[in-house]
């Protein structure tokens, strides 16, 4: 994990469609200010990231390399709060913490039809929380460390998970400053 020249860190927060990433992104840059949301969808559909529509499952066809292209620099820069349903198109270096929200099944099955979610799509999504997909596609593809599991059934978990992060932040600029500090009375 590289963080050097950042002096705020970069939080994804990845699950499920509907296991509340939005909700959570949102009450953490609220909660924290100097931290800017990152809605990876959005950012999709306005800097035109996608190949078109996949109308069977009502979403973007995302072009990673676009993407990834199209936020480079603001991830560089640090303090960002990513929000997206996958993770391991992200490099390693650009993460400092990676937060997999999970759901309950019936709370996500009421969720996402709520949502209008076709068959097709609700089962699709159903499915991957029950495998546990997008978590251990971030176990795999970043330091044990980093990846932290939380529940969000309920406004209490959002509210325990955001003082959690917010501990967590306070705790990785600590650090950073110890290190920046260590680093430059070493060099005298």
Known sequence: MMTSGRALPNILVTGTPGVG?????????????SLRHLAINRIVQERDCHLGRNEDFQSWIVD??????????EVKQGGNVIDWHA???FPE???????VLRTETSVLFDRLTSRGYGKKKL?????????????EEAREAYAEEVVVELSSNTAED???NVARIDAWVEQWKKKKNQRTTTTTSDAY
């Open 21 to 33: 990433k939005t909700s959570h992104c949102e009450a953490l840059t609220d909660a924290l200010p």
């Open 158 to 160: 959002l509210e325990a």
């Open 123 to 135: 089962d699709e999504n159903m499915d991957s929380e029950i495998m546990q997909v997008l978590l």
């Open 93 to 99: 270096s650009w993460i400092d913490l990676v937060v």
């Open 87 to 89: 993770c391991d198109l």
């Open 64 to 73: 990673e390399d676009r993407l990834l292209d199209a936020i480079e620099d």
